[in-house]
Antibody, heavy 115, light 110 residues
């Protein structure tokens, strides 16, 4: 069935780095834009970034611009989010979604930025 | 402070019709499609309505969406206890070049 599965979350110190992965299956990954959306504990949804089907078009939210890098490997049906210079306010569940608007969501992976 | 404005809470009795509003501006709702998501407790969000008023396969027709100028609404008819969830609206914002969400509305079935 159509699904995306995130991995790579964990506990990291402020200023540290982390790389999230998203494995897609059940659809032609290379045909779709993909996005990362996050949700801080007890808070609402916040868009992080999207990448076009070929990877040629990328947009970031202002809150992560210059610190996060989204990429994809269509041969591996995988989406990535490289996060650096992490801050406490980056603590959240990170969801991988198909399309900018998210017609398919994963269960999320938790990132905790704490000393 | 969210770009799109939703009431923080809404409620209704089983069987009742409930509406949730989403207010934006000319740069988002006024010029782009609106999307709605349902997030049941402890789970990931799920797409409920896309392109203002279309339902993905499997979403009951009790759920409907509408849009007028810079506002949108989600209506739930025949409210059920299993509809208790957080509901979010979203749209692309041309001015911000960003996908923006409402702050979410917690729906309670009394």
């Amino acid at each position: 069935q159509v699904q995306v599965v995130e991995s790579g979350g964990g506990l990291v110190k402020p200023g540290g780095s982390l790389r999230l992965s998203c494995a897609a299956s059940g659809f032609t990954f290379s045909d779709y834009y993909m996005s990362w959306i996050r949700q801080a504990p007890g808070k609402g949804l916040e868009w992080v970034a999207y990448i076009s089907s070929s990877g040629s078009i990328i947009q970031y939210a202002d809150a992560v611009k210059g610190r996060f890098t989204v990429s994809r490997d269509n041969a591996k049906n995988s989406l990535y989010l490289q996060m650096s210079s992490l801050r406490a306010e980056d603590t959240a569940i990170y969801y991988c979604t198909r399309e900018i608007f998210g017609d398919v969501w994963g269960k999320g992976t938790t990132v905790n930025v704490s000393p | 402070q969210s770009v799109l404005t939703q009431p923080p809470s809404a409620s209704g009795t089983p069987g009742q019709r409930v509406t949730i509003s989403c207010s934006g501006s000319s740069s988002n709702i006024g010029s782009n499609y609106v999307y709605w998501y349902q997030q049941l407790p402890g789970t990931a969000p799920k797409l409920l309505i896309y392109k203002n008023n279309l339902r993905p396969s499997g979403v009951p027709d009790r759920f409907s969406g509408s849009k007028s100028d810079t506002s949108a609404s989600l209506a739930i008819s025949g409210l059920r206890s299993e509809d208790e969830a957080d509901y979010y609206c979203a749209a692309w914002d041309d001015g911000l070049s960003a996908w923006v969400f409402g702050g979410g509305t917690k729906l309670t079935a009394l």
